[in-house]
């Protein structure tokens, strides 16, 4: 029994009061359980009765008597609003039931007995006597009662408080909520965005806790009052970890936490969109467990991002901490692992508001920082535009140096190589021709040194453009393994080529760039091997896919000296200068440019070596392929291949087989010639040098393998036997594809086949009909032309400069054929020459078309354009060779007659 003495107006009945709890599929009405047995009954020894999360429906009973004579108004307070159904039944002395009154979360808020956002009742206490109170109690949440009985005046006292102080914290609240919004919308940061949704949804907690909710938000909608919670607590548990994810900016600065917190994300979205389908007595205890993880998580990330230094980190720890030592004390609270008081109740709502307090201090601190880090950002971006706008100055500096420079050597490199392209070509002593030899294979190798400079500059620039061509592959691989015959010859290291049989034939690639890149791939190669070989490996890396696409695997494989891992690592990022073991030769800019070409080609290049065990460059390289398969030429054909080097054997053996032709191998001719291999014609018997020595041998072979073709490998620049047969087909190494497999289907001897594709007399009959204009003004520039010109049967006309090139056209007009136009010329140059001499011809309609040929120091792409625009027909770089000015004189003739025909 509680007893209230007589000057006592509020009391706190606790310990001594009884519970009885049943399933709910039993439950019993007040009848039943007055009439249960008193051992059925519990009795609460201390505090505050908690049961926590239960299905249970439980009853309460307290017996009170009132023995202050001065109030017998009365009113009976739990305070506690999140109970689902109330029902308090009030009896007198003798069993009858005074009133019946009912409360609760899942109910129309209209069934109360006032206005009160939590269950409070009006009871009637006569002095002197006993009053029964049972208590029904039904809930999805915990289950507790906060019971007290305080009179009518204590109790409007106990209210208007209580009104008072949640009125500041709501309000509070709220202005924080709507302040932080507007910062949301006025900066744009969404961190604002999540914390205000935070915000929101714990304020809404904490008026459900309190009762206001239901009183002034859905009063009358019990299914959204009953059920509100069960989708909020999910809530409680995401928005804190997303906001935790963005404010600490952990998938930044601590991926592995940041993996935590999304984890505890998707458990909270989980946990809401199992809302729907699940019930409430499983769902909420499962969200106050998850929200207790989540307390102790965000609490962890704070504290270890704290030790790292985190700016933001420290403060959000304090604000969180606040925040969580409240929502741990009413979560362990409603389970009942912790006992219910004031403390525990309030502890949350004071922890909440010093949190959206702190945490309000912390993103404007935040922002501002952001702020100053957008204004540095802003000036290190100014900084760097004008870092780069100074770059791209020195750059365009520096290219015009460059291009200036190229302009001031091509002119006197044009006489030296031009004269001595000439005079090799006269009849001189071995020795003479052996020095001749040497000044034109220097001046070859300065140009090329110029022409990297100039690439490079182009490509630092942006200005080198790629043009793409059907090629096939064997051409480029043959154009670039004949420039190092002699110097395979000389050097004694031979160069052997490897082509797999899965290689497509012909490919869309830039063809020049591409040779560029193989051939200072092979130049450091044989730079760097003074024994051994070189050998050029080309195979599919990735076979040909649905876009006729494939991936090449080139390689250039050297014998020399090799290279550490320290040379490996910087051999393509700057122009540097490697030595290779104390050598003193330069292996930079070449490598250099070779990277750079590989990346416009969408190829990647490396390096794979090690010191004293040569060198494997490789490059990997993706083209399009336009003939995938190559031609069988030689189908259902066989050969014998002799060669003493087991490279030699595979590298025709390879080739062979890619052209359809069954191959066997020996390594000498006695093998060959062994009767033990049985009688076996073949078309070809392929061999070096050394193994046809002999006409006796040759005969031998002859008859072992029913007379087949004969192909002798022949080293360059080695003198022949006058033994051997006048019908050998003669191949020289290092091999070229295309010229083996021409002697092979042909059987032409590749020497007179070659000689006769490149002799350029086949125009000297009509050549020497051509009226030609020289415009030059440097006196060696027009020796050279002039004498190139005369070697080929043609006499040309000299002037100093474009006037007189004009002047000539003008006052005969129906006479010159072909013009050699110097772009640079004094009084009027090449490109103003050109210009008035096309509209001379555009107002006169008898007038024919001259063809000019523009001369320039100037290689690059815009200069050549220039000439185009000017009206120039053809254009050719300083220093040319009688080649070069042949075929543009060819290229001339051809023009001219399909305008004749048309």
Request: glycine letters at 6%; proline letters at 4%.
């Amino acid at each position: 029994m509680q007893i209230i003495g007589e000057q006592q107006q509020i009391l706190h009945p606790q310990k001594g009061i009884q519970f009885f709890c049943s399933p709910a599929d039993q439950a019993t009405d007040l009848e039943t359980i007055r009439n249960r047995d008193s051992a059925d009954w519990q009795i609460t020894d201390d505090g505050i009765p908690n049961l926590g999360f239960t299905r249970d429906q439980c009853w309460f009973h307290v017996t009170v008597r009132n023995q202050n004579p001065q109030f017998t108004e009365w009113f009976l307070r739990i305070d506690y609003a999140m109970l689902g159904e109330v029902d308090v039944y009030q009896l007198d002395g003798g069993g009858t039931i005074i009133s019946h009154y009912q409360a609760g979360m899942d109910r129309d808020f209209s069934v109360r007995s006032g206005e009160y956002p939590i269950p409070a009742f009006p009871v009637s206490l006569p002095a002197g006597l006993d009053s029964d109170f049972y208590i029904r109690v039904s809930s999805a949440h915990s289950i507790q009662l906060p019971l007290s009985i305080m009179t009518r005046e204590e109790f409007e006292s106990h209210f208007l408080t209580r009104t008072l102080v949640q009125g500041i914290f709501f309000g509070g609240m709220l202005v924080m909520i709507l302040y932080n919004l507007s910062l949301f919308f006025t900066i744009k940061e969404k961190v604002y965005l999540m914390y205000v949704c935070w915000s929101v949804a714990i304020t809404l907690y904490l008026a459900i806790l309190q009762g206001y909710a239901h009183l002034y938000l859905w009063p009358h909608s019990p299914l959204v009052s009953s059920h509100i919670i069960h989708f909020l607590l999910p809530l409680l548990v995401l928005l804190p970890s997303l906001f935790t994810l963005h404010f600490l900016s952990l998938k930044e600065k601590a991926p592995r936490l940041a993996v935590w917190m999304k984890g505890l994300i998707v458990t909270g979205t989980l946990l809401f969109l199992a809302a729907p389908f699940t019930s409430r007595e499983f769902l909420i205890p499962i969200s106050v467990i998850a929200i207790l993880v989540m307390d102790v998580s965000i609490l962890l990330v704070g504290l270890l991002r704290s030790r790292t230094g985190d700016p933001d980190a420290r403060i959000f720890t304090v604000a969180w901490a606040c925040f969580i030592i409240g929502a741990a004390s009413m979560a362990l609270n409603k389970y009942g692992l912790v006992p219910r008081n004031t403390l525990s109740e309030n502890l949350l709502q004071v922890g909440v508001f010093v949190e959206v307090v702190v945490l309000s201090l912390a993103l404007a601190r935040r922002i501002n920082r952001l702020k100053e880090a957008h204004s540095d950002s802003i000036r290190d971006r100014a900084i760097a535009e004008m870092e780069a706008f100074k770059a791209g100055a020195r750059n365009h500096a520096k290219s015009e140096f460059l291009a200036t420079m190229s302009h001031e050597i091509r002119t006197p490199m044009n006489g030296i190589m031009g004269m001595t392209d000439l005079l090799r070509r006269t009849a001189l002593t071995q020795q003479q021709a052996q020095y001749v030899s040497t000044i034109y294979q220097s001046t070859q190798s300065l140009l090329t040194v110029i022409n990297d400079i100039l690439d490079y500059s182009r490509i630092e620039s942006g200005k080198l453009e790629l043009d793409f061509q059907d090629i096939a592959l064997e051409s480029i691989v043959d154009d670039c393994v004949r420039l190092f015959a002699l110097r395979s010859s000389e050097k004694q290291v031979p160069l052997y080529i490897h082509i797999d049989s899965r290689v497509p034939d012909i490919i869309r690639t830039d063809p020049i760039r591409l040779k560029q890149i193989l051939t200072n791939l092979l130049s450091n190669a044989f730079k760097f091997t003074e024994r051994g070989s070189v050998s050029l490996h080309v195979t599919l890396k990735q076979p040909v896919n649905s876009n006729n696409q494939c991936m090449l695997m080139i390689e250039v494989v050297d014998t020399g000296t090799g290279l550490d891992e320290g040379q490996q690592a910087t051999l393509f990022e700057s122009v540097s200068e490697v030595r290779h073991m104390g050598d003193q030769k330069g292996a930079g800019l070449g490598l250099v440019i070779c990277k750079r070409l590989s990346d416009l080609l969408g190829g990647n290049i490396g390096v794979s070596s090690s010191v004293g065990r040569g060198a494997t460059f490789w490059l990997s390289l993706p083209v399009k392929v336009a003939q995938s398969s190559p031609k069988p030429v030689l189908k259902n054909r066989t050969a014998v291949v002799i060669s003493s080097t087991p490279a030699q054997l595979l590298s025709l053996s390879q080739l062979l087989s890619r052209w359809g032709a069954k191959t066997s191998e020996y390594r000498d001719a006695e093998s060959a010639l062994d009767p033990a291999m049985g009688d076996q014609p073949v078309d070809f018997v392929i061999a070096e040098h050394n193994v046809m020595a002999s006409a006796d041998l040759v005969a031998r072979l002859r008859e072992r393998f029913h007379s087949p073709t004969l192909v002798l490998l022949h080293p360059t620049g080695t003198p022949l036997s006058d033994q051997l047969p006048e019908d050998l087909l003669l191949i020289e190494t290092p091999l070229s594809c295309q010229a083996l497999k021409r002697s092979l289907v042909t059987g032409k001897d590749e020497s007179a086949y070659e000689n006769a594709l490149s002799d350029q007399t086949v125009i000297l009959d009509r050549a020497n009909r051509l009226n030609v204009i020289v415009a030059e003004d440097n006196a060696v520039n027009q020796l050279v032309i002039e004498s190139i010109l005369k070697s080929i049967g043609v006499q040309p006309t000299l002037v100093t400069n474009g006037e007189e090139a004009f002047q000539l056209v003008n006052e005969q007009p129906n006479y010159w054929d072909i013009c050699f136009m110097d772009c640079e010329m004094p009084v009027m140059d090449g490109y103003q020459a050109t210009v008035a001499i096309r509209e001379m011809e555009a107002t006169q309609s008898s007038q024919p078309h001259c063809w000019i040929i523009g001369l320039s120091a100037h290689a690059t792409g815009e200069y050549v354009q220039k000439a185009r625009d000017a009206g120039m027909d053809d254009y050719l770089s300083k220093p040319v060779s009688q080649q070069q000015v042949s075929e543009s004189i060819k290229r001339a003739q051809l023009s001219r007659s399909s305008d004749v025909s048309a």
